[in-house]
Structures are given as C-alpha cells and as structure tokens.
C-alpha cells in the first residue's frame, strides 16, 4: 500500500521565520495528497491539498507543491505566527490507486513551536 | 455549513465496560469513517461506511463495530474495553458519490480514557 514519511522530531521556531515541514510519499499511481493540521486539544483540519503531479496547494500562508520526481509533498510557509504552533500531518489515501475518500494513511506528526 | 460533529468530547471508562461513540457528518456527505488516534501518534484507520455497509477495515479486532444510519450519521462501538483503547477517537465525512469531491473532514474527536 501507499505510505508516507515526514520528517522527525518537533521544530521550533521564531516568529517571522520561515517553515519547512519535510514529507515524502511511496505510492502508485498519482494519488491526492493532503497536509492537515491539528491544534493542541482539537480533531484534524484539513490544511491543503494537491490532487496531481505539480499542482500546488496552499492556504492560510502554508503552501506544498506535488513533486513526482522527488515524490516528495513539503510544507512552507514564508513567516510563522505563534498562533501556527500545532502538529502537522501528512497524508495520502492507503491504497494502491485507492481514492481520497477511502483510507487514508498519515504521516507520524510534526510538532511546531513559534516563540514570540 | 456544519461541519462534523461528535459527541461525547470526553468519556471515562472502566476495563471491560462497552463505549459508544457518535458521529453526524458534514452537510451533503454520504461517507463517515473512524479513526483512533494514540497519543503522540498519526491517525490509524478503523472502518468506513458508505451506503449503511461497512466499506473498508483497518486492522482493528472485531471488538470495534460500527453501524452507519439511512441519516449518514454513524455510530462506533468498542467492547470489552482495554487500557490500550484509550486514544482520540476521530471521525472524518466526504462524498463518494461525487468524483473530485472526496476530501475528508474531519470532526473535534472523543477523547477515550480506559481506566
């Protein structure tokens, strides 16, 4: 099946700094990939999402640009706020060739942390 | 718009005890799917239903049952509690029908604690 693997351990940052979140994908085919982001205490937000080879998804100021060629879906953002400090989660559907509103498989999470 | 909602947001259980747990998908939504989600961890799949059947199953034992209404909202059901069923327990809606619309939205999640 699909997988995905982001970067670990938490980041931490300063205000205004620029975010890169790593995350590299293994599947067939070109499934949707999607980056959402959870709040401390609260479910899953979807962030953006990409659904074919060099689209680029953004929102929020955070953008991820599908690359086949590296297969890899990384998260930027030009300058944090404090109020992104959440975990963020990568993901793509489980199975081969599988769609986006079936299984999908995240990411182990990565922990930002804005100081002001 | 709503989004999806879950009740309850928090439940204490005792080992052994049975829970259930309740999902209302988004407005329009006809697919509801669950997820646990351990501490500190990415959300593993538990099961989806689509059409009142349950479509596709991760690997949960059979302890975890769920049923889908003809209303779209959904119920997941755990006997026999465990310690290691304490977890966040998500539910995410989409729309299957409808190809290039199949995002899943996620709802705020019950926090489980198995005592």
């Known amino acids: 099946g699909n997988s995905v693997t982001q970067m670990e351990g938490p980041v931490t940052l300063s205000e205004e700094a620029f975010l890169t979140i790593n995350c590299t994908y293994t599947?067939?085919?070109?499934?949707?990939l999607f980056w959402y982001v959870q709040y401390p205490g609260e479910g899953l937000q979807l962030l953006l999402k990409a659904t074919k080879a060099d689209d680029k998804g953004s929102n929020k100021g955070f953008e991820a640009t599908y690359r086949k060629e590296t297969t890899s879906f990384h998260l930027e953002k030009g300058s944090v706020q404090v109020s992104d400090s959440a975990v963020y989660f990568c993901?793509?559907?489980?199975?081969?060739?599988?769609?986006?509103?079936?299984?999908?498989?995240f990411g182990q999470g990565t922990i930002l942390t804005v100081h002001p | 718009d709503a989004g999806v909602t879950q009740s309850p947001t928090h439940l204490i259980k005792t080992r052994g005890q049975q829970v259930t747990l309740r999902c209302s998908p988004k407005s329009g939504h006809d697919t509801v799917s669950w997820y646990q989600q351990a501490l500190g961890q990415g959300p593993q799949f538990i099961f989806q239903?689509?059409?009142?059947?349950?479509?596709q199953r991760g690997n949960f034992p059979d302890r975890f049952s769920g049923h889908q209404f003809p209303n779209y909202s959904s119920e997941l059901n755990v006997n026999a509690l465990l310690l290691g069923d304490s977890a966040l327990y998500l539910c995410?809606?989409?729309?299957?029908?409808?190809?290039?619309?199949?995002?899943?939205?996620f709802g705020p999640g019950t926090r489980l604690t198995v005592l």
């Open positions: 239903y689509y059409e009142e059947e349950e479509r």
């Open positions: 599947a067939t085919g070109y499934p949707s």
């Open positions: 993901a793509l559907p489980s199975n081969a060739g599988g769609t986006s509103y079936g299984k999908l498989t």
């Open positions: 995410a809606s989409s729309l299957r029908k409808v190809a290039g619309t199949d995002t899943q939205y």
